[in-house]
């Protein structure tokens, strides 16, 4: 298995620590990480995390950026500036910081959410709400898969 998927949702406890699930541990240790990469989302409500893998691939993204571009510097601050390493410990949780807490509004469970190369972790009723946001998108999106194909 290396890819982040499958949806959990797990409690925080009074210390802020909350259980990773078992197989996003295991990628993790698939990718020689025994620590998790975090950073707000971008587009939403919810912490984009993952292991060395995530973190090549915003380096990536930063290096087709001119560099000291506006563009570079902002999105490296967004990504890095605001990113914290959440170590995990010998009974597979981390702990949240309140600043990361408070940024997606988590209070006492967070919904772990595998997207294959990176995971989320989102408030579980928000999360919901996106997940049927899109699965609205992709029924509508649903229509035109496979169109150009049938074309050839």
């Known amino acids: 298995m290396d890819e982040f998927v499958s949806s959990f949702t797990n409690k925080i406890d009074a210390k802020g620590r909350v ?10 240790a698939k990718e020689q990480s ?13 912490l984009d995390a993952g ?8 380096r990536g993204l930063l290096e087709d950026l001119a560099p000291y571009s506006d563009e570079k510097d902002q999105l ?8 914290e390493y959440l170590k995990i410990d ?6 949240l910081p309140q600043r990361l807490r408070d ?10 959410v595998g997207l294959g190369d990176k995971f989320q972790m989102w ?3 928000q999360f919901e709400d996106a997940r049927n946001a899109a699965r609205s998108k992709v029924r509508d999106l649903r229509k035109l898969l496979g169109k150009g194909r049938a074309a050839e």
């Open 19 to 28: 259980s990773v699930p078992a197989s996003f541990r295991a990628v993790l």
């Open 123 to 125: 408030e579980p009723s």
């Open 51 to 58: 292991g060395p893998r995530l973190v090549k691939h915003i």
């Open 90 to 95: 010998s009974d597979g949780r981390i702990v």
């Open 76 to 83: 490296a601050t967004a990504l890095f500036g605001e990113s």
């Open 34 to 46: 025994d620590e998790i990469f975090c950073h707000p989302a971008l587009d939403s409500a919810a």
């Open 103 to 112: 940024v997606a509004g988590f209070t006492s469970q967070v919904t772990f």
